[in-house]
């Protein structure tokens, strides 16, 4: 199949050359017939009717002389003399077109037949009135009206030639606009057409070929319509196929964990318990290797109304880290939920046996109404959002470790229609440090106070102005409410 590049100069030749053919056939037909009307109404049209005019001036002249020869009298003369002299006026006046020997020719029989006719007959009858010239004068005078009449029609003969040529090449110049413009008028169907077979109809044909491989991953996009339009459909189903081959690959390996890593399945569905309803309490997790993090959150809340919540972010990735996680997330829900104070909370997890090299930033708190108390042991981002400004929580001791420390307890009044904001470092290290609060302050002002949706648009600005995410995330944001 001829490629669209081909097939749409092809056209545009043939278009170009067809208005060019036309246009160079309209012009010599225009040409031609601006010609023949410009020799009609310059010479033919002016010598026929001088040579018309010769021919009546010729017969009253001769009916003129007739009569003064049979009845001399003055009157008769004189007005036979007037029409001798019409004659001779409207012979000086008559034109012939210099276009032929034979009509030249015509020309000087018909002026001397009547210059003799004039010079032998009218002027001595005219003046002496002698009847011996009846015979005579009839004579020259039927020379002279028959060269005078083969003039007149040779000039009325080539009059009606011309008329005729000129309507040949109207006719001819009308034609050829119809012609060109049927031409043309198909050469635009021909377009409307080939654009609809060869462009249109394959790119439909496309469309729906990616609409069913989108559904059905199975469905082979096929290669069809021009080279360029099938060039695309052959690079989208090598796309397809990579795709098919990537998420082949995706489901052997979660059929792997879930098959040969229970363990790891066990670790996941238990800190996912930490996601439960809690009033005014969203959470977002996010692990950067598999499914396992050591990120968590926690959250939940005692029968007086004190909301109690935690993050934490122990150090390394992979089912390590998410075995220290799931055993500090049981020593602080535990505490949480026995109303131990969120300093005592953090001491409870750093007397646990911490292996060699490893640690845990947490952030321990407890919301009610609007006065949090809470413990920070070292984490990186804690803040209070509110709609005129932001503020930064500072940590109360050194990170959780086998090496000690001491932590302290802090109170903070949380605003109304504020929120506080707890997040791991692995949202910070995805930007510069400043651009979390900021984007934090703006998320909470945008969202209007609906912590679900603040939350969903801090993640969503981060993830799309972020260089990259390279550790686990996690983030929780705890609404202030009227004090119990």
Same mark, same amino acid.
């Given at each position: &199949? ?23 056939l ?17 010479q033919? %049209?002016? +010598?026929?009717?001088?040579? &018309?005019?010769?021919?009546?001036? %010729? ?17 008769q003369v004189a ?6 002299q019409e004659l001779g ?5 008559s034109?012939v ?26 002027e001595?009858?005219l003046? !002496?009135?002698?009847? !011996?010239? !009846?015979?005579? $004068? ?14 007149g029609?040779t ?12 309507? $040949? ?5 009308r034609s050829?606009?119809v ?5 043309l008028m ?17 790119? !439909?044909?496309l469309r729906?070929?990616?609409?069913r ?8 996009? /096929? /290669?069809?319509?021009?080279? %360029?339009?099938?060039?695309v ?5 090598h796309?397809? /196929?990579?795709?098919?081959q ?22 996941r ?14 959470g ?15 959250a ?9 919540f =935690?993050?934490?972010d ?9 075995? &220290? ?6 020593i602080?829900? +535990? =505490?949480?939920t =026995? ?14 046996a911490?292996?060699s090299? &490893?640690? +845990?930033t ?5 919301m ?9 042991a070292? $984490?990186?981002?804690a ?5 005129? /400004? ?10 959780v470790?086998?090496?000690?420390? $001491? ?6 009044v ?14 910070l290290?995805a930007?510069d440090e400043?651009?979390?609060p900021?984007?934090? =302050? ?19 600005? +981060?993830r ?21």
């Amino acid at each position: &199949m001829l490629s669209l590049r081909t097939w749409s100069r092809g056209l545009s030749i043939a278009s170009a050359a067809l208005i060019v053919v036309c246009a160079g056939l309209l012009a010599a037909d225009e040409l031609e017939a601006r010609r023949t009307r410009a020799l009609l109404d310059e010479q033919w %049209e002016p +010598a026929v009717l001088s040579q &018309m005019t010769l021919q009546r001036a %010729e017969l009253r002249a001769i009916t003129a002389v007739q009569a003064s020869i049979d009845h001399h009298a003055p009157a008769q003369v004189a007005r036979a003399n007037a029409d001798v002299q019409e004659l001779g006026r409207a012979l000086r006046r008559s034109t012939v077109p210099g276009t032929s020997s034979a009509l030249d020719a015509l020309d000087r029989s018909a002026r001397a037949a009547a210059a003799s006719w004039l010079s032998t007959v009218a002027e001595p009858a005219l003046g !002496r009135g002698l009847p !011996r010239l !009846r015979t005579e $004068h009839v004579l020259l005078a039927a020379s002279m009206l028959d060269a005078s009449h083969a003039l007149g029609s040779t000039l009325d003969e080539a009059r009606t030639q011309l008329r005729d040529s000129l309507e $040949h090449t109207e006719t001819l110049l009308r034609s050829t606009f119809v012609i060109e413009t049927v031409l043309l008028m198909v050469l635009l169907v021909a377009l409307l057409v080939g654009t609809e077979r060869r462009v249109l109809r394959p790119i !439909r044909a496309l469309r729906d070929d990616l609409g069913r491989a989108a559904r059905e991953h199975e469905h082979v996009i /096929r /290669r069809q319509g021009p080279p %360029e339009i099938a060039d695309v459909g052959t690079d989208a189903e090598h796309l397809r /196929r990579s795709l098919v081959q990537e998420h082949d690959t995706s489901v052997q390996r979660a059929a792997a964990i879930d098959q040969r890593a229970p363990i790891t399945a066990a670790i996941r569905a238990e800190l996912d318990l930490s996601d439960r309803a809690v009033a005014g309490v969203h959470g977002f997790h996010r692990p950067i290797e598999g499914v396992i993090a050591g990120d968590w959150w926690w959250a939940g809340s005692r029968p007086d109304g004190v909301r109690m919540f =935690a993050v934490a972010d122990v150090s390394g990735h992979g089912v390590t880290a998410g075995v &220290m996680a799931l055993q500090t997330q049981a020593i602080v829900s +535990a =505490a949480l939920t =026995a109303s131990v104070a969120p300093v005592d909370v953090v001491r409870l997890v750093a007397d646990r046996a911490w292996p060699s090299g &490893m640690f +845990a930033t947490l952030f321990v708190g407890a919301m009610d109404g609007d006065r949090l108390d809470y413990c920070s042991a070292g $984490h990186p981002c804690a803040l209070v959002l509110a709609p005129e /400004r932001t503020d930064e929580l500072a940590a109360t001791g050194p990170v959780v470790s086998g090496l000690g420390g $001491h932590w302290r307890q802090a109170q903070v009044v949380v605003p109304t229609a504020g929120a506080c904001l707890i997040a791991t470092d692995g949202l910070l290290e995805a930007s510069d440090e400043d651009d979390v609060p900021r984007w934090a =302050a703006q998320a909470w002002r945008t969202a209007g106070g609906d912590a679900a949706e603040a939350l969903q648009l801090l993640t969503a600005v +981060a993830r799309e102005r972020s260089r990259t995410w390279t550790d686990d995330i996690t983030a929780l944001l705890v609404t202030a409410g009227p004090r119990t």
